[in-house]
C-alpha cells in the first residue's frame, strides 16, 4: 500500500527558478493538502483541495499555487523561489466530507532555496 | 495567534515507563483533537482522536484525556519503548465534519526515550 507518494525527496533551487513538487495518493481520498513545516512553527496549512476540480487557501499560500486535475495527484508549484521556502514541505490526504479529519501524510520534500 | 500549544518542547523519560505529554488549546469551540506521531525524516502519522463529547479514549498503549473545563487534552503513553521517540503534535478543528483545511497543529514536543 503505496499511500501518498511525495517527489522529489529533496531539492537545491537557485532562488528566481520555478519548482514543482509532485504529490500523488492511491486512497481515493476527495480531500488532498500541501503544508509546509519549519522549527518553531510547525505544521502550516499552504493550500487545499476538497475535490478534484476546486483549490482553496490555507493559512500561508503566497508564492504558491496548486491544481486538481484528477483525484490522485496535487501539484504544489513556487512559480519563482525565494529562500523564505526553504522548507519541509508535507502532502496529505483525507476523506472529506468526513466524520473525522484524519489526515494520511506524504514522506516529505525538503526543499533548499539559495 | 497559535491557538494549540504544548506546554514542553521536550520530554525524556526511562524506557519503560509511562508518558505524558501535554496541549493546551484555546478556542472553547473546537469539536475534534486528533494526535500524531513524527519520526525523524517521515511524515506525521495518525496515534488517535478525541470528540469533544467524551473525555477519554483509548487505543493501543495510548490513552488520551480531554479537559473542556480548562481547555487541556493528553497523550498518555504506557511502558514506553524506544520506537516511541519522535515529535508528537496535537491538533484542534473548529466544525468538524468537513474538510481538514480548518485543523490547527500545535508546534510539538520530542520525546526522547532515556535507555
Known amino acids: 500500500i503505496a499511500g501518498i507518494t511525495q517527489a522529489p525527496t529533496s531539492q537545491i533551487l537557485a532562488a528566481g527558478r520555478r519548482m514543482t513538487l509532485r504529490c500523488t495518493q492511491d486512497?481515493?481520498?476527495?480531500?488532498m493538502y500541501w503544508y509546509r513545516q519549519d522549527l518553531g512553527l510547525g505544521l502550516r496549512l499552504i493550500h487545499y483541495s476538497n475535490t478534484a476540480g476546486t483549490t482553496g487557501k490555507g493559512e500561508v499560500p503566497d508564492g504558491y499555487s496548486v491544481s486538481r486535475a484528477n483525484t490522485d495527484d496535487f501539484p504544489l508549484t513556487l512559480a519563482s523561489a525565494v529562500p523564505s521556502q526553504t522548507s519541509v514541505y508535507f502532502c496529505?490526504?483525507?476523506?472529506?466530507?468526513?466524520?473525522?479529519?484524519?489526515?494520511?501524510f506524504g514522506s516529505g520534500t525538503q526543499l533548499s532555496v539559495l | 495567534g497559535e491557538s494549540v500549544g504544548l506546554h514542553l518542547p521536550t520530554l525524556s523519560v526511562q524506557e519503560g515507563d509511562n508518558s505524558i505529554i501535554n496541549c493546551a488549546y484555546s478556542n472553547s469551540a473546537s469539536d475534534y483533537f486528533i494526535w500524531y506521531k513524527q519520526e525523524s525524516g517521515k511524515g506525521p502519522q495518525f496515534i488517535i482522536d478525541?470528540?469533544?463529547?467524551?473525555d477519554k479514549r483509548q487505543g493501543q498503549r495510548v490513552t488520551v484525556l480531554l479537559n473542556k473545563t480548562v481547555k487541556h487534552l493528553s497523550l498518555q503513553i504506557a511502558a514506553t519503548q524506544p520506537g516511541d521517540s519522535a515529535v508528537y503534535f496535537c491538533?484542534?478543528?473548529?466544525?468538524?465534519?468537513?474538510?481538514?483545511?480548518?485543523?490547527?497543529f500545535g508546534k510539538g514536543t520530542h520525546l526522547i526515550i532515556q535507555p
Open positions: 478525541i470528540r469533544s463529547n467524551m
Open positions: 486512497m481515493r481520498h476527495n480531500a
Open positions: 496529505a490526504s483525507s476523506e472529506w466530507p468526513a466524520t473525522n479529519e484524519k489526515l494520511f
Open positions: 491538533a484542534e478543528i473548529t466544525d468538524s465534519g468537513g474538510g481538514a483545511d480548518g485543523l490547527t
